[in-house]
């Protein structure tokens, strides 16, 4: 996904720099780390990159005006990651290009609003992920400020810091689900002057200073 042709203030130009340091980061993903685990709870790298493909695969779903959740979790050789997630990529930037997309209404289960309102809470998803993956890699990509305070500002109004689990109970019945599904631990403390990427991690429940087990 490029952002040559886009203007400053646009919400996609801040999704593609989130994509940007995606794209680092998948690179790293070979076959003899698949199986490492991260900081996400029962996924290791594979199917972490799967779901990161996926987020991928849905932005640009809903860009086109189809259903996000018709989008199954990927496949792909153990040595196609990067290309899988570049193509994904070049997906999201085809369905987006048209600038009416920005104001088209669009609804998911936890948020409703415009295409620039949905494309800029899935920037907190692609940014946590990747730091996900990075830190189950063991690399440290440089973090570019936008989407890290874009994604900062999003979720600290939408997510509370404890209770989340009764938020997403909530969530689920409405949506007439069985199981819940809490995509978000409570937070974790971390000090008001860390770096915005230890922020916004731990507020996604996250240790900031997570490592792979030894």
Sequence with gaps: MTDTTLQPTDVRL???????????????????????????????VRSLTAHLVAVLERVAALGRGEDPFA??????????WPERWARAAHAVQAAWTDDAVLGRPMSLPWQQGTGADILGGYVSEVTVHTWDLARALGVQP?????????ALAGVDGFLPATGRFELFERISAEMGLDEVA?????????????????????????????????
């Design 14 to 44: 801040t999704f593609a720099l989130a994509v940007r340091t995606g794209t680092e980061v998948v690179a790293g993903v070979t076959p003899d780390v698949l199986d490492r685990p991260t900081p996400c709870d029962d996924m290791d």
């Design 182 to 214: 809490v995509p978000f631990r409570d937070a974790v403390p971390v000090a008001d002057d860390a770096p915005a990427i230890d922020r916004l991690v731990a507020w996604n429940g996250r240790d900031p200073h997570w490592a792979p087990p030894r």
């Design 71 to 80: 989008v199954a979790e990927p496949a792909a050789a153990d040595d196609a």
């Design 142 to 150: 440089e973090w570019h400020p936008r989407p890290v305070e874009a």
